[in-house]
């Protein structure tokens, strides 16, 4: 399933499938794009980024897929865990007035076991 | 071997109040920042120093000022607490000021009374 990254969806995955968080980013001069995962009571943790001279990165189970024309950011989770379960942001960079890290409004992704 | 930690994890205070948050980074990095999560975990930017030098204030009352007395500390001092500061603060830090991701304590959730 698919969610848009706005008011803090719910993504809801069974566990072994693959999960895809969206996020839509606002400005088109982002040059630096990053996904971070934050657990229950702790802060963000980064996951992977990608530049904005690449449209696909891959880490360990995690992708990222950045498509600039539709500024438009993805990231795929293969065969999801129950550790998975946490609140995703993208991010951008830009230098929008001093270098600045602008934060989508998240997702939260729950894995049934 | 916390890379970055802020103190206290909770703060209760009255309204009216002056308290401060402190932040240690021992990453060597030369870039901290503070961050505030609204109760809808929207996280927005407050300030960003790089090298002990202010670079980014984010239209943020005049009541919170920062101060970094070297580049491994960045305490955020707040004066006269207003309920509208309830939120989970982040100090995080990065080397240099773009296209690195960034490191997050665990938050300071400040609690007005």
């Known amino acids: 399933g698919e969610s848009v990254g706005l008011h803090l969806p719910t993504l809801s995955v069974q566990e072994g499938d693959n999960s895809i968080i969206n996020c839509a980013y606002s400005?088109?001069?982002?040059?630096?794009f990053i996904w971070y995962k934050q657990e229950s009571g702790k802060g963000p943790q980064f996951i992977i980024d990608?530049?904005?001279?690449?449209d696909k990165r891959q880490g360990q189970r995690v992708t990222v897929l950045l498509n600039k024309t539709v500024k438009h950011l993805s990231l795929q989770i293969a065969a999801t865990q129950p550790g998975d379960s946490a609140v995703y942001f993208c991010?951008?960079?830009?230098?929008?007035?001093?270098?600045?890290?602008?934060f989508g409004a998240g997702t939260r992704l729950f894995v049934k076991a | 071997d916390t890379a970055v930690s802020q103190t206290p994890k909770y703060l209760v205070t009255q309204m009216g109040n002056d308290k401060s948050i402190k932040c240690e980074q021992n990453?060597?990095?030369?870039?901290m920042y503070w961050y505030k999560q609204d109760s809808k975990k929207f996280l927005k930017i407050m300030f960003s120093?790089?090298?002990?030098?202010?670079?980014i204030n984010e239209t943020v009352p005049n009541r919170f000022s920062p101060k970094s007395p070297d580049k491994a500390h960045l305490n955020l001092h707040i004066n006269s607490l207003e309920l509208g500061d309830s939120a989970v603060y982040f100090c995080?830090?990065?080397?240099?000021?773009?296209?690195?991701?960034?490191?997050f304590g665990d938050g300071t959730r400040l609690s007005i009374l």
């Open positions: 995080a830090s990065s080397q240099g000021e773009s296209n690195q991701p960034q490191h």
């Open positions: 400005n088109s001069a982002s040059d630096y």
């Open positions: 990608i530049r904005s001279n690449m």
């Open positions: 991010a951008e960079n830009s230098n929008t007035g001093g270098f600045k890290t602008i």
């Open positions: 990453l060597g990095h030369d870039t």
């Open positions: 120093y790089n090298n002990k030098e202010l670079i």
